[in-house]
């Protein structure tokens, strides 16, 4: 009886899973309006619960896996929204309402994570990306937010296609970092270059 109750649970937490795991490509034929039609980026409502997987080269980790790449000095990248805010144009400082805890040793760039990123956003994630890995495009780069959040899943793939080869998306984001028992720092905005 033991064993068959044991077997029962299992049984029951293998579907529970099978039935909630979603691919991204089974969440943009379910709702194509929230997704880019070219680039299958997340473009509406990114608040939202994020599938199973990325595409390649992008590589899901635990926290686990991140805390090996952070050891090997790999760039922890935060892509967290300015909520709805902008930078100030005259010096390139982000106007935030409400403080930023991150893991520690992360480099925020806010609005990176968006499905189309503006022109100076792509050209502010581009020109921090060469400064973080001082151009070797082999350097570990792990992305992250908060958790069901898209933005990180779309910033792992702006930074895949601008041809890094080690990107790794961390879809537990801050919040799965301090419910593993690890402590956040306050972070702070990288300002956007404007010159």
């Known amino acids: 009886m033991k ?13 529970f899973q099978s039935a ?9 034929k379910r709702r194509p309006d929230l997704f880019h039609p070219e680039t299958g980026l997340r473009i509406a409502r990114q608040r939202a619960p994020v599938p199973d997987d990325i595409p390649p080269p992008a590589i899901k980790i635990s ?7 952070k050891a090997q000095g790999a760039v922890l990248l935060d892509v967290f929204g300015a909520l709805q805010s902008r930078y100030d144009e005259l010096d390139g400082t982000w106007l935030v309402g409400k403080e930023r805890l991150s893991i520690p040793g992360a480099v925020w760039l806010p609005e990176t994570g ?9 050209n502010y994630l581009k020109v921090n990306l060469e400064r973080l890995t001082k151009g070797d495009r082999n350097k570990a780069i792990v992305v992250f937010c908060v958790s069901d959040c898209w933005m990180s899943w ?7 296609k601008m041809e890094y080869t080690a990107v790794y998306w961390y879809p537990l984001g801050a919040d799965g970092w301090l419910e593993s028992g690890f402590a956040l720092e306050k972070a702070e905005p990288v300002p956007v270059k404007t010159d």
Do not use: P
């Not at 909630?20 to 943009?28: H, I, M």
């Not at 926290?63 to 790449?69: D, S």
């Not at 968006?114 to 792509?122: K, P, V, Y």
């Open 3 to 15: 064993w068959l109750c044991i077997f029962l649970v299992f049984a029951m937490g293998v579907t």
């Open 20 to 28: 909630s795991a979603e691919s991204y490509r089974d969440k943009q």
């Open 63 to 69: 926290t686990n896996r991140l805390l090996e790449l």
């Open 114 to 122: 968006r499905g189309t990123l503006l022109a100076d956003i792509a």
């Open 154 to 160: 779309n910033a792992a793939q702006h930074i895949s």
